[in-house]
């Protein structure tokens, strides 16, 4: 596929969630670089900031199957990734599947559920398979996990496992939209308390399984220079040595946020990586594979302002 046949899908998808979804560019171009990576993606903001909205919209201009699960205390891994059941016509048991089973998954309000179901999704995520009762079920080629989170400071929260966090490929602030987009979300949906229902969204989808996959392959031919390289594992590295941080990223962050580089290189009609586009993604793609040291969180600090003093102090190929 020739990037301006790229350009054009992208554009359509931007345009379908335009119509529902006010503002968040910066959201947006951050789950179509997941998307085209093939990476999962954390959004993280305060209640009514339209996390679930966006992810349900992008959904659904992807012509994709789709399931959502609702993450709650009381909820178990068999209800995330199914279960056996016997069958007493056929004196069989019969895997009844859990919403894993589906392209496009929306864990939503993924920390409001203990560590115990949290993990029940790593080897979904890494593998794209998961293990029940001893057999391993194939997941979809296209499966994409979108995650919502509210603040780890809110009550009924519990922190992501570490081993989980880096499955994510990048984790995107949502924040608090301007005064103008505030407006204009009101004018759009002033008229109505409840989310709106799928069926209602004015929502088409623009994609199917097999333009993504091209569009990914696309991705992949993107060039990618030595010094670039270079440059992507030396701020990975750096993380490691940082007086501030008490655990850096891993080398599969480097290798995570090389893929990233290349997806948004095809966002931005090139088939090449600039070290622009390092820095565009270093903090989306490692704020969540780094732990404060617990004095430096004692005294105010927080992974992304350390993150952007080691962009500061490591040197970008010209």
Not at 14 to 24: D, K, M, N, S
Not at 43 to 50: N, Q, R
Not at 55 to 73: E, H, K, Y
Not at 276 to 300: M, S, T
Request: proline share 7%; hydrophobic share 45%.
């Amino acid at each position: 596929m020739e990037l301006d046949d790229v350009r054009s899908a992208v554009e359509s998808i931007r345009r379908e969630l335009a119509q529902v979804v006010v503002g968040q560019d910066e959201i947006v171009d951050g789950l179509l670089t997941a998307l085209l990576a093939e990476g999962h993606v954390l959004l993280e903001g305060p209640p009514g900031t339209a996390k679930t909205l966006l992810a349900r919209c992008f959904s659904v201009s992807l012509g994709l199957a789709f399931n959502r699960i609702q993450f709650t205390p009381d909820l178990l891994p068999g209800d995330l990734l199914g279960t056996n059941l016997f069958d007493f016509r056929t004196n069989q048991f019969r895997l009844t599947r859990g919403p894993v089973f589906t392209d496009f998954l929306l864990a939503d309000e993924i920390n409001r559920t203990p560590p115990k179901t949290q993990a029940a999704l790593l080897q979904a995520m890494q593998e794209r398979q998961v293990t029940i009762d001893g057999v391993t079920h194939p997941l979809s080629d296209s499966f994409l996990v979108v995650a919502t989170q509210n603040p780890i400071e809110q009550e009924g929260t519990y922190p992501l496992p570490e081993a989980q966090l880096d499955r994510f490929l990048l984790k995107l602030l949502v924040e608090f939209p301007s005064r103008d987009d505030e407006l204009e979300i009101v004018r759009r949906h002033g008229h109505r308390s409840a989310s709106p229902r799928p069926e209602d969204l004015p929502v088409a989808p623009v994609l199917d399984r097999e333009r993504l996959g091209e569009i990914r392959a696309t991705m992949r031919a993107v060039r990618l220079a030595e010094e670039t390289v270079e440059y992507v594992v030396d701020l990975v590295r750096a993380t490691r040595e940082h007086p501030s941080l008490a655990h850096g990223a891993s080398p599969r962050a480097a290798t995570m946020l090389a893929t990233a580089t290349r997806a948004l290189a095809v966002l931005r009609g090139r088939d090449f990586v600039i070290p622009d586009d390092v820095k565009e993604l270093f903090l989306p793609a490692v704020r969540h594979r780094v732990i404060l040291e617990p004095g430096a969180e004692v005294e105010g600090a927080h992974a992304d302002g350390v993150l952007r003093s080691i962009l500061d102090s490591v040197a970008a190929p010209r």
